[in-house]
């Protein structure tokens, strides 16, 4: 629930003599303060507590005194116990016996957001094992729910990582290092849940040995780089425009490669890519 106020409840005397309290009634109930009924203050709660001197009905309670210098917006959450019940609100303004001085103003009453539930986090995406090139970035991401607000912290082989505290975890420029197990905890107010293991893995950036013209004229070398993985075989006469020539598989490591159609190209650069 929210409402703006304005108050100015004092007339030259020191804040907690003049005072004004909020009080609901549930159901059947008799009138209570706001706070000792369950509810809690999100923003723009009481101020003070009324002095017990002077004989202020309100003395010893918590309170708005003083002046608010403008409209303020409270925002309360309501009792667990008001959930499914018919509620009145009432706002109390209470003098001392010395000055009295009207001055609380309430508008714009608002209850919204109602619900009777709580729940714990639930991961509905699971960050996924990657596999990237030395130097390059690998993010991990996850995609949770539950009741909000949900806090993230991302673990490597089951060490918390520092400042990685969001759903998304990204590990730069990855290195031997690097490789291993990544996962990350989910949690709120209700609990906390682990997500899988995502492993991270390198692949050596590839490299073009030997590099010879045969004797039929063609252009052959052979690719080096990590096993089991695909590359891209691109050409350039220019090393500006690149054109793709062929797609090899690398089974043991090292694979050769020969550029047939390189006798019209004098001039003819060659480099290769991992294919993830």
């Known amino acids: 629930m929210s409402f703006r106020q304005f108050y100015n409840l004092e007339a030259n005397l020191p804040i907690g003599y003049d005072g004004g309290v909020l009080e609901i009634k549930i159901g059947g109930g008799s009138f209570t303060d706001i706070v000792a009924a369950g509810g809690s203050f999100v923003s ?12 202020n009905p309100l003395a010893g309670r918590q309170a708005w005194s003083g002046n608010s210098g ?15 019940q018919s509620i009145q609100l009432r706002w109390r303004c209470g003098s001392d016996s010395s000055t009295a001085t009207p001055g609380w ?11 009777c539930c709580s729940y714990p986090p639930t991961i ?4 996924q094992s990657q596999t ?31 400042a990685a505290f969001a759903s998304s975890y990204v590990r730069p420029s990855v290195q031997a290092s690097d490789v291993g197990p990544y996962d990350v905890l989910v949690y709120n107010s209700m609990g906390y849940v682990t997500s899988v293991v995502a492993n991270l893995n ?3 950036p590839p490299i073009l040995l030997s590099p010879r013209m045969q004797t039929n004229g063609s252009f052959s070398f052979t690719l080096s780089g990590s096993a089991g993985f695909n590359y891209l075989i691109e050409a350039t006469t220019n090393l500006s425009n690149w054109a793709a020539v062929a797609t090899i598989s690398n ?11 390189s006798a019209g190209y004098p001039q003819r650069g060659f480099r290769a890519k991992w294919l993830p």
Not at 70 to 79: D, E, K, S, V
């Open 44 to 55: 723009g709660g009481y101020v003070a507590t009324i002095t017990n001197r002077f004989n």
């Open 70 to 84: 403008g409209f303020i917006t409270t925002l309360i959450n309501l009792p667990a116990a008001a959930q499914g």
């Open 105 to 115: 103003y309430v508008d714009s009453v608002l209850i919204s957001g109602v619900g």
């Open 124 to 127: 509905t995406t699971q960050p």
């Open 132 to 162: 990237v090139v030395a130097g390059a970035d690998a993010v991990f991401s996850v995609t949770s729910d539950g009741t909000y607000p949900l806090g993230y912290q991302w673990r490597f082989k089951g060490t918390n990582l520092p």
């Open 202 to 204: 390198i692949v050596s």
């Open 251 to 261: 089974v043991t490591g090292q694979v050769p490669f020969a550029a047939t159609n």
